[in-house]
Antibody, heavy 117, light 108 residues
Framework: EVQLVESGGGLVQPGGSLRLSCEASGFTFSSYWMHWVRQAPGKGLVWVSRVTGDGSGTIYADSVKGRFTISRDNAKNTLYLQMESLRAEDTAVYYC??????????WGQGTLVTVSS | EIVMTQSPATLSVSPGERATLSCRAS??????LAWYQQKPGQAPRLLIY???TRATGIPARFSGSGSGTEFTLTISSLQSEDFAVYYC??????????FGQGTKLEIK
């Protein structure tokens, strides 16, 4: 069974940092691009970032560019999102998602990041 | 950036009836559109891709249609488990993916 399990969310002060992890299982992790998508409380889905299968290619939404870094460790089947200079507007559930020919399937259960003093 | 607009924001339908949800793109997507279902407290789930292809395990009562800038998700006979929020997503302008704001399908 294909499974994605996020961890690392929590409460952080504005300006702080946090690293999210997503452990993948049930498929050949290195063969797939991976994404992070976030959802603020009561709001819609917003794409955040993508990394290619070998980790060499990354791209970010303008709202997080320069503050967030996506990476992966294919030996550990794990995707990461390093978040720096966090703002209140970064408060959201962050989902790890597999890219299957540009469609997002499946999604992890999400991890909540709350930025507040 | 391609802007995705869904309508209506909320749709009230009785169980057993048909629901029709719309999604409009600010520029042509050809058929590079997906639909997702999200139930309260759960992650989204892929329903439709390529505008009209059902994902694995998705019941036949879900169907997608359209191309270019106008798309529709139809649920032919609503079951209780279908009441949820539905999002469309374009992947024509990859890797800059955008979602619609969602349509909440509620019980009438």
């Amino acid at each position: 069974e294909v499974q994605l399990v996020e961890s690392g969310g929590g409460l952080v002060q504005p300006g702080g940092s946090l690293r999210l992890s997503c452990e993948a299982s049930g498929f050949t992790f290195s063969s797939y691009w991976m994404h992070w998508v976030r959802q603020a409380p009561g709001k819609g889905l917003v794409w955040v970032s993508r990394v290619t299968g070998d980790g060499s290619g990354t791209i970010y939404a303008d709202s997080v560019k320069g503050r967030f870094t996506i990476s992966r460790d294919n030996a550990k089947n794990t995707l990461y999102l390093q978040m720096e200079s966090l703002r209140a507007e970064d408060t959201a559930v962050y989902y790890c998602v597999r890219d299957v020919s540009s469609r997002f399937d499946p999604w992890g259960q999400g991890t909540l990041v709350t930025v507040s003093s | 950036e391609i802007v995705m607009t869904q309508s209506p924001a909320t749709l009230s339908v009785s169980p057993g009836e048909r629901a029709t949800l719309s999604c409009r793109a600010s520029q042509s997507l050809t058929s590079n559109l997906a639909w997702y279902q999200q139930k309260p407290g759960q992650a989204p789930r892929l329903l439709i891709y390529g505008a009209s292809t059902r994902a694995t395990g998705i019941p036949a009562r879900f169907s997608g249609s359209g191309s270019g800038t106008e798309f529709t998700l139809t649920i032919s006979s609503l079951q209780s488990e279908d009441f949820a929020v539905y999002y469309c997503q374009q992947y024509s302008n990859w890797p800059l993916y955008t979602f619609g704001q969602g349509t909440k399908l509620e019980i009438k």
